[in-house]
């Protein structure tokens, strides 16, 4: 667009150049017409309003940047001025744009570090604290308002950690005891980036940690299960190779020995893989309505013949109540709480099995008149190849893993087990299984769980 006269105008009316011009010619007409002394009197006049105008714009402009946000509208200016306020407005305008944008950018990185489920604290050349994420601040104790600033090796006083700060370098992850909380293992790994600033980034893998530490336990377990049954077996060969000519009686006794051996291993492996594939996420439970009377007497008679008459057995059927669930996995799981009775009873003493309501839930109740077991031991009986007594386990034929699949599958029927003992009195192993399991006898059609039988009409 063509700039306007009045433009022009004001553009060349302000030029040094012109006005200096214009002084001159005036001055110099003055100094014609009324001499030099009024000529440069009128000089200095011009030049002092000059300054001044000068001044007040000047004062003018100090006082709106000092608060730009804050002050009145723009300065009113004119000439060189006027486009001096008018481009300073402008780069205040973009500078308040490109802070929003940078605020907005720092905000939405300060929710994302709040979200990361890792710690992560920066750290600048001197290993001094610039910033840390809330997860850092609980993995590694730090105060937001006083460990700012810290050398982080004064805050993590760990020699592992000083060694791995001081060695440079950071390849690989340094596991590591919180010092905020003992009981939490952390993987921290130092990232070096831009000019020698580091980034830690510090994880939780105390769960981790444990499946490995118990991934360990399990293979040093069924290799030590293992070991001794071949060791006997190796033996006894070993025997036969060197005596060709063993009487026969020895050798079917020896033959006996060995059988009892790989009976004891293919039980150790079987119940290896009743395990693996109760814990395979591949194997969903399938469901049907399991008869649960049936089943009880059929361990019953299961305890019956394990006892050979050695214990004196009885049924308590105080229900006829069925449950949804699968009926293999049940009598696997069941039988084992049953055999474990008979195994750890000592003859003469009674056993006692129920199937009846306690309180909401219905339960399978296996009581003993065994020794009893000691109150520390109780909540690790579950855990694989935990045993009070080993001796007595191995003699009379346990693997160690009975009870840890009986808790598998009553977890998967959302059912519980229950271990209440006595030193000295007997033991009660309970699977009780609540009532959204339980279908009833009477009334209903196959399937309904009792819950709704309630509420039907009579
Ligand atoms: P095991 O094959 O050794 O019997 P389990 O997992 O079935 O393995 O049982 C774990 C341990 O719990 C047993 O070794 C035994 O010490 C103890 N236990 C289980 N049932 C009884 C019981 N009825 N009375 C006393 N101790 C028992």
Partial sequence: MPASLEDILSDFW???????AGLLLVMLAAGVMFGPVVALLL????????????????????RWLADP????????????????????DRMVRRNKRSTARLFAVLDRFEHAAH???????????????????PVAGRHFGFDEKIDRGQFIGYLIRQSVFHDYLAHG????????????????????????FGERQKMLISRDVTQFEMVEAMRRD???????????????????????IDTPDIPHADFLHY????????????????????????????????????????????????????????HPIDLLRDSEDDVL?????????????????????????????????????????????GEGIEPQHIARLTERFYRVDRGRSRETGGTGLGLAIAKHVLTRHHARLSIESKVGEGSRFSACFPPERVVGQTGSGPGLPRQLQAKLPA
């Avoid at 302000?14 to 200096?20: A, D, E, K, S, Y």
């Avoid at 979200?115 to 994420?133: C, H, K, S, Y």
């Avoid at 051996?261 to 399938?286: A, C, F, G, I, K």
């Fill in 43 to 62: 000089g200095l006049l011009v030049m002092l309003l000059y300054i001044i105008r000068h001044l007040r714009y000047m004062a003018d402009m100090i």
């Fill in 325 to 369: 669930g699968n009926i293999d996995e049940l009598s696997s799981g069941l039988g084992n709480l049953v055999s474990n009775a008979v195994r750890y009873t000592p003859a003469g003493k009674a056993i006692r099995l129920r199937w009846g309501w306690r309180g909401d839930e219905l339960c399978f109740d296996v009581c003993d008149e």
């Fill in 169 to 192: 370098d950071y390849r690989e992850a340094l596991v590591m005891k919180s010092p905020a909380d003992r009981d939490v293992t952390l993987s921290v790994q130092m990232v070096a």
């Fill in 255 to 310: 033959c006996d020995l060995m059988l009892q051996q790989t009976d004891r291993m293919r039980r150790l492996v079987e119940d290896l893989l009743t395990l693996s594939r109760l814990e395979s996420p591949q194997n969903r439970l399938v469901e049907t309505r399991v008869d649960m009377p049936a089943l009880i007497q059929s361990l019953y008679q299961d305890a019956i013949s394990l006892s050979a008459g050695r």
């Fill in 69 to 88: 946000e804050m002050s009145s509208a723009l300065p009113a200016a004119s000439g060189e001025w006027d486009e001096i306020f008018y481009s300073l």
């Fill in 218 to 240: 399990f293979v040093a377990n069924v290799s030590h299960e293992l070991r001794t049954p071949l060791t006997v077996v190796g033996g006894f060969l070993e025997t036969f």
């Fill in 14 to 20: 302000w030029n040094p150049v012109f006005l200096l």
């Fill in 115 to 133: 979200a990361i489920p890792d710690g992560i604290v920066m750290l600048n050349e001197l290993d001094q604290i610039d910033w840390f994420n």
